[in-house]
């Protein structure tokens, strides 16, 4: 890399919590590289009209107006720890906030400021990678996820992106099946998956077929 690029450890540490103009910056790339598995993890939330969704982890929150016109109504509520993209997420979806039709909030997936059974699905994508410990932070989101209610974990399988620099920086990854174990563990039933090929990213010249997955569960009725 060029000396005034950042490191990969400084963009590990920006995917993790953007902050400032280059957490903007990443932000923005994320968007775009991310969109197919973005909008696949919407695809298999299998959102119905007028339902409370929670999103834990929306960065630059681009996508909320796509998601928004394809299911009537819908009650979007957004967590984020990084504050920059709390303020980047309401300047993108200003006038629907102005008008109440959803809310964004900084906060922590580890501890939702939120009752036990608040939302009918939930979903969370390219976080779980960071979370400090995954058995409890599937746990809280189903003490929040409605009984019955649907949850999808949107990622990068372990198998397409573990030889990327910015992976060996602190992040867990996960195939299927394991994130599948772990959500059994936390009491979540049926769950199952989508594996979508995407395009092949060349980084530092070597290039890398890119997957995004959806792994779904269900708190038991
Ligand atoms: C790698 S970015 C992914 C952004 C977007 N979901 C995407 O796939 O392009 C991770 C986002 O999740 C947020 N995040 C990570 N861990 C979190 C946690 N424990 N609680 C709340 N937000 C979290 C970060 O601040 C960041 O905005």
């Known amino acids: 890399m060029a000396q005034d690029q950042p490191s990969y450890k400084e ?3 920006q995917l993790r919590q953007p902050n400032g103009a280059l957490g903007t910056q990443v932000a923005e790339h994320m968007e775009l590289w991310n969109a197919p598995l973005i909008d696949l993890s919407f695809e298999a939330l299998f959102c119905k009209a007028s ?3 929670l999103e834990i982890g929306f960065g630059n929150g681009s996508h909320i107006p796509r998601w928004r016109k394809q299911v009537a109504d819908l009650h979007y509520s957004g967590i984020d720890y990084s504050a920059t993209m709390v303020e980047l997420a309401r300047a993108n979806n200003r006038s ?4 109440g039709e959803l809310q964004l909030q900084e906060g922590n997936l580890m501890e939702l400021p939120f009752q036990e059974a608040s939302f009918d699905r939930i979903v969370t994508i390219n976080t779980v990678y960071f979370w400090p410990d995954t058995l409890a932070g599937l746990k809280e989101l189903y003490r929040v996820l409605q009984p019955g209610g649907r949850l999808v974990i949107g990622l990068r399988p372990k198998f397409a992106v573990k030889d990327l620099p910015t992976v060996q920086h ?5 195939e299927a099946e394991e994130l599948e174990t772990k959500l059994m563990e936390a009491g979540f039933e049926n769950t199952g998956y989508f594996l979508n090929e995407e395009v092949v990213r060349k980084v530092d010249e070597k290039e890398h077929l890119m997957f995004g997955l959806a792994v779904a569960a269900h708190r038991p009725a």
């Open 51 to 53: 339902e409370r969704l």
């Open 11 to 13: 963009l590990a540490q």
């Open 96 to 99: 629907a906030l102005e008008a």
């Open 170 to 174: 602190g992040f867990q990854l996960f």
